[in-house]
């Protein structure tokens, strides 16, 4: 017998969670419930169903609608599924599903999957851009559950001069760390390709250390690594160590950011070791709801890599900052990097972002390289 019966509409509240629907019938002893004729957000989801199941740390709705696009009408994109099961702040899984841009199905599955982490994986949905060396781009990830919490995905992209490059590999999802074993083309942030044939990644979440200020993320990397001149068995494992956020006054507009960790990097090539070790510091103002400025200091280790993907162009880098947040849909910021090393500056970045509702737009420049990139994707997807 159910210890909770309403008949009437009810909200249905946990963190990251509001549901709102008719008939809750909720058991305390097996803490399940149901509920019927739902809308409400979980994380950054605009949700709707027939029916949705309440589970602990798991939410399924059935003949459902997702969103992360909330405006009246029909949304710019959405997800249609026979059933819906959300893991907060982790990922999404749609079984029998449809994704949609406007009026118009963009592709049909028998499964669907999209991480709902910040930073996380890249979007489900169509992304375009630009990069220097390699053109305009278009790119799409397509994820598919294979059983458990193990999903197989695509992450493909084409590029106007650089050609196809696709990235394929397999995630295994736990509320403590993901696995995923990938083969692919890989572009770093420095313009430096690298393939991996295949690579093994183990990734520990965020953890805290008892109930102190601080928190530990590791990783293990194994893999073979191959660029334009060589080939090595890249073996590397990491442990950074963070403190929360720091606050200096009572209305906390002076922050203070720390962190620092260390690794070791074996490879094969040249049978050579090295234990990095690196530290960030971040302090930011925010003079006004709309105005923050930062400065900070990045150390990357004073070990050569013998890759140049994920290599830092400045391994001891000063950094200033502003953003301007003009109107509520357009920002701009700027970033100095000093290279400290070689006591001279290092780049000036000026970055436009605007969000077309649903959609957003980046563009930035580097003005000592004189170059731009331009990214356009989906809003908080």
Known sequence: QADIWIDGRVQFQEPLTTLTGMKLVYHYATQFGTLQDVAGKCDDLYLSGRKAELSIGKYTLYDSTATTCKMKGTPDFRITAAKVEIWPGDRIVASEAKV?????????????????????????????????????????????????????????????????????????????????????????????????????????????IGKSPYQYKANVIFGKWRDGSKESWHQDFNLYVTHDKIYFDPQKTWTLDVGGGMGYVHESYDNSDRTPFRYSIRLAKKFSPVVTGWTGYNYNGATRPLFAFGRSEVPREGVLGLSWQITKRTKIAYRASYDVNKNKMHEHYYTVRHSFHCWETEVTYRAIKREFTWTFTVARW
Do not use: C
Not at 120 to 139: A, H, L, Q, T, W
Not at 171 to 198: C, F, I, S
């Open 100 to 208: 949609w841009v406007k009026n118009t199905v963009l592709y049909s599955t028998a499964s669907y999957e999209s991480s709902l982490k910040k930073n996380g994986e890249e979007s489900n949905f169509p992304r375009f851009g630009f990069k220097p060396k390699d053109g305009v781009y278009i790119g799409q990830r397509f994820t598919v559950p294979v059983g458990g919490s193990v999903s197989a995905f695509m992450d493909a992209k084409f590029y106007s001069k650089a050609g196809f490059r696709p990235i394929f590999g397999l995630t295994a999802h736990q509320p403590a760390y993901t696995m995923e074993l990938v083969t692919g083309l890989y572009r770093d942030e420095n313009d430096n390709w690298v393939r991996k044939e295949p690579e093994f990644h183990f990734a520990l979440k965020p953890q805290r």
